[in-house]
């Protein structure tokens, strides 16, 4: 590969610049002195200064649909979205049958009818020469459109020679630059804005096929066309046609997923205001100040944290920060002469904060990722200041849930350079050489969503992140695990966990039971939910073992909170591509709410934020299966916004005091059995991968391909344009009669094998779940020396794209 590496000095420079090299080659606060004067004296060297304003929070996407779609039906004046990707048939209430107007497209529709002014903002892929655009930009998500790099070059028959002779001229076309720009990275902001006065944002695009309840169910029906997804089987395809699904219902689960996204109202949303004039005017200048004139017009621009106009151009004005800060003083002081407690809404006597005070909020800072290509803005990267600075002063406890976990503990690492794992790793010896209790959890995918068998050769992209991700944990001698244990901790899950989450359903045959109770059977895990043993079955007895599947439950979120007093949610992933500023554009807020709560650290009192402990709690809660499934249907306090009043929380139940404390040995026993126990029930009956079991290829084999039908196998190959669907439902079919032939099952489903006591034995293990927490495999494959090896989609020139 010694070609690829000389072709990648060369390219190197487009793909990130030696002046923005400052950014990962070190902690990021140590730069301050190259940013704009404007932002200097800004906590974390925001564009935005710190502010007030109050927050709600959302676990899943059903609740937060339902809570934007509530504020776009009442909009008056203006509607604000910025996304990745939107779907306009998304239905922001279930199930469709019942909820025709609330489609997005036509919630947007009735809104203009009524004089609402909207505007929106989607991330479009380059149409560069070649097809890379899918594969490159979507990069951070998914792929709808199906390419690869891999189909890409080999279509040039360019082999690595030529690559390295290639002029540089060639290499811009390849590797999407224009103008000194780089075009393969993504705007992956999501954001909607209501009538200059309410906030929704998170990680949620809106758009297919994250609209979940929890637990995150797999059969359901209320998914209509390619909004039934499973990311692990087929990736979106002609999404245009949305109503057309190639994946089978009656065979194939979706893949659940799971996010956390809130709402904001206060002074807070001007902020965002400025964020999203600032990119709508910017695209305006690029796109249409010299063409098209009158086709769209330029927003009034506003000053950060002021939500009233300031007529300000691209500037932020020079002494601005100064009267926030002053106006945040002003506001922490009125905080330490004393708030008043969020108000809880249980019937019981639970012990819980009084109501808050409508006057005051919560300490709220919106951060980004931002840069030339993406604002026409000095490069800013004060997303990962503050994810740096939240771990660094983190006294006690982190929790971090995200969709990737990709870092670096030192510059060895290339071409990893984010060094939230320094951070990491720096406070975990702190505590370690103090003798101190100090907690971090991780939550993330099993394996990243993109389809197909992972030993493929179309699953190198998937693999290489796989492998960018054990080497920033557990592998490849400077991970987080071997850094600790290099420096004398022998017990690193004292201090630091890594987990998934998966769970089972039940994919019913034509015949159903009178009525739609026992259509799913995810409440079975969680509480309140009945025994699975018990559960009825109205289909042909032989067909009931049949009917089990199992799937990762896709983890979405990006997710930080510290000690139970401060939460970082925005859009942004725990990787280069989101953290460095110069690639990807995101953004995210820090929440400190001062509103306090008795609580418990480490076995002592405790006093806790109400917004940052009652979000982590019911996480856990939900994780542990500590809270009763979700009803689409079933709407609450906490399915509408911010503006409706703050989120109701059960203090003090027993399902809270369960997971109060982070830091108690009974709450990490507690943790630790339920994702223990959940995996090995997974792993006998479901085989899934990742899995501990399987440390080499041969291995795999033994213990996945053999049984299985490989997910997407039995697709064809388009060529010259789209087969008929019907022609391509047949080949499919018949390629899985013939593996069926051979004696595997369906991906995803029960091995059979394992249990000769047949559906009764299944049920009797199944029976043992509880929530949907597992342990994350570190030992997957840790015995093949390379996952991912180099090649044409994989070299010094393409794996800055995977992190």
């Known amino acids: 590969m010694d070609l690829f590496r000389k072709?990648?000095?060369?390219?190197?420079?487009?793909?990130?610049?030696?002046?923005?090299?400052?950014?990962h080659t070190h902690l990021g606060h140590e730069c301050t002195h190259i940013h704009p004067d404007h932002h200097r004296d800004n906590r974390y060297t925001s564009f935005a200064p710190q502010t007030v304003g109050n927050a709600k929070w959302y676990v899943d996407g059903c609740s937060y649909f339902w809570a934007a779609s509530e504020a776009i039906e009442a909009a008056q004046k203006s509607i604000y979205i910025l996304d990745w990707w939107l779907s306009p048939e998304l239905y922001l209430r279930r199930p469709p049958s019942a909820n025709e107007r609330y489609r997005l497209d036509k919630l947007l529709h009735a809104a203009a009818d009524r004089g609402v002014k909207v505007h929106i903002i989607v991330y479009k892929e380059v149409q560069a020469a070649l097809a890379l655009n899918s594969a490159v930009f979507r990069h951070p998500d998914h792929?709808?459109?199906?390419y690869s790099l891999n189909k890409t070059f080999s279509g040039l028959n360019l082999g690595g020679s030529g690559i390295a002779k290639t002029s540089v001229d060639a290499l811009k076309a390849l590797y999407g630059t224009s103008d000194g720009m780089v075009l393969f990275w993504a705007h992956h902001e999501k954001l909607c804005l209501v009538d200059e006065k309410i906030v929704f944002m998170g990680g949620l695009d809106m758009c297919h096929p994250i609209a979940d309840a929890h637990p995150g169910n797999l059969e359901a029906v209320v998914f209509p066309g390619q909004d039934y997804n499973n990311a692990r089987i087929y990736d979106f395809h002609d999404v245009d046609k949305w109503e057309q699904n190639k994946l089978d219902r009656g065979q194939s689960s979706r893949m659940g997923w799971t996010d956390v996204t809130i709402s904001l109202n206060g002074p807070i949303v001007g902020s965002l205001i400025h964020h999203f004039k600032d990119r709508w005017n910017y695209l305006y200048d690029q796109k249409y100040g010299h063409k098209n004139a009158g086709k769209y017009a330029k927003l009034e621009a506003t000053v950060p944290g002021n939500p009233s106009p300031q007529g300000l151009d691209r500037g932020l004005g020079g002494d601005w920060s100064q009267s926030g800060q002053r106006l945040l003083g002003d506001m922490h002081s009125r905080f330490n002469r004393g708030l008043s407690h969020l108000t809880g809404h249980?019937?019981?006597t639970h012990q819980r904060p009084p109501s808050r005070h409508s006057g005051a909020g919560s300490s709220i800072q919106l951060v980004r990722s931002a840069t030339q290509w993406s604002s026409g803005l000095p490069t800013e990267h004060s997303i990962a200041n503050a994810y740096i600075d939240a771990i660094t002063n983190a006294k006690h406890f982190i929790y971090i849930e995200n969709q990737f976990f990709i870092t670096a503990t030192s510059d060895a690492q290339k071409p990893v350079c984010n060094k939230l794992g320094t951070a990491i790793v720096n406070r975990i010896l702190k505590a370690y050489h103090a003798n101190e209790e100090f907690l971090i959890i991780v939550i993330m995918p099993a394996v990243p969503g993109f389809p197909g068998d992972l030993k493929a050769d179309s699953a190198l992209g998937t693999r290489a992140i796989m492998e960018f991700q054990y080497f920033s944990i557990s592998r490849g001698g400077h991970s987080i695990l071997e850094t600790l244990r290099n420096?004398?901790?022998?017990?690193?899950?004292r201090y630091i966990a890594f987990y998934n989450l998966r769970n089972y359903d039940r994919i019913n045959g034509p015949s159903r039971g009178p009525d739609s109770t026992w259509d799913t059977v995810a409440s079975c895990y969680m509480a309140g939910g009945a025994d699975i043993r018990s559960v009825p079955w109205y289909g042909p007895p032989e067909a009931e073992i049949d009917s089990f599947v199992s799937e990762q439950l896709y983890i979405h979120?990006?997710?930080?909170?510290?000690?139970?007093?401060l939460v970082i949610?925005?859009?942004?992933n725990i990787n280069d591509r989101s953290?460095?500023?110069f690639h990807d554009s995101e953004i995210a807020v820090v929440i400190e709410d001062p509103t306090p709560v008795d609580s418990y650290m480490n076995g002592r009192p405790y006093q806790a934020s109400v917004f940052a402990a009652s979000l982590r709690r019911f996480i856990f809660r939900k994780h542990l299966g500590l809270i009763p499934d979700e009803k689409w249907d079933k709407p609450n306090v906490n399915w509408s916004g911010v503006d409706k009043g703050p989120n109701w929380y059960d203090w003090n139940s027993h399902a809270d005091q369960l997971v109060r404390d982070p830091l108690h040995p009974d709450f990490r026993n507690l943790w630790n059995t339920t994702a223990r126990v959940n995996t090995e029930v997974f792993s006998k009956v479901f085989h899934n991968v990742p899995n501990n079991h399987v440390r080499t290829w041969k291995a795999y084999d033994e213990f996945f391909s053999k049984h299985f039908v490989i997910p997407g196998a039995a697709e064809k190959p388009e060529k010259g344009g789209n087969n008929n669907q019907q022609q391509q439902q047949q080949q499919q079919q018949q390629a899985q009669q013939a593996q069926n032939a051979a004696g595997k099952i369906g991906y995803g489903h029960v091995v059979k094998s394992e249990f000769p006591g047949g559906v009764g034995e299944v049920k009797e293990w199944l029976s043992r779940v509880r929530g949907t927490l597992v342990e994350m495999p570190l030992d997957f494959l840790v015995d093949e020396p390379d996952i991912a090896k180099e090649g044409l989609e994989l070299n010094t020139l393409t794996a800055e794209l995977y992190t």
């Not at 792929?143 to 199906?146: D, I, R, S």
């Not at 979120?557 to 007093?565: F, G, H, M, T, V």
């Open 7 to 23: 072709a990648g000095a060369r390219i190197e420079s487009l793909l990130s610049g030696d002046d923005e090299r400052h950014s």
């Open 143 to 146: 792929t709808p459109t199906g």
């Open 346 to 348: 249980d019937d019981r």
């Open 487 to 493: 420096n004398g901790i022998q017990d690193v899950s």
């Open 557 to 565: 979120s990006k997710l930080l909170i510290a000690d139970d007093k």
């Open 569 to 572: 949610c925005g859009s942004a």
């Open 579 to 581: 953290q460095l500023g």
